[in-house]
């Protein structure tokens, strides 16, 4: 069972940015595609960002594509998502996923979430 903490959540005003980091507790992080996703409220939670094992592949939500940028570290077995020129609209809890990278809803671990909270 592998666990995963995210971090580097907060409140930001538009236009800022925000680092997300998601640490594994296991070697084996090397061995999965990841991803983010987020959750508003009110609403179902939905794919941002997801990166290849070994990181030379990834894809975006439309909505963040230019703005965001997710990678990951083996070494230090974990992911990142840059997150810049927010808007409100991006506010949410975002979860980190260790997943199938050619199959999106096939998430074997999710971790506990970050509020991430831009105002206007």
């Known amino acids: 069972q592998m666990q995963l903490v995210e971090s580097g959540g907060g409140l930001v005003q538009a236009g800022g940015s925000l680092r997300l980091s998601c640490a594994a507790s296991q070697r084996t992080f090397s061995s999965y595609a990841m991803a983010w996703f987020r959750q508003a409220p009110e609403k179902e939670r939905e794919f941002v960002a997801a990166?290849?094992?070994?990181?030379?592949?990834?894809d975006y939500l439309d909505s963040v594509k230019g703005r965001f940028t997710i990678s990951r570290d083996n070494a230090k077995n974990t992911e990142y998502l840059q997150m810049n020129s927010l808007k409100p609209e991006d506010t949410a809890v975002y979860y980190c996923?260790?997943?199938?990278?050619?199959?999106?809803?096939?998430?074997?671990?999710w971790g506990q979430g970050t509020q991430v909270t831009v105002s206007s």
């Open positions: 990166i290849s094992r070994t990181g030379g592949r990834t």
């Open positions: 996923a260790a997943l199938d990278y050619s199959d999106y809803a096939r998430v074997y671990y």
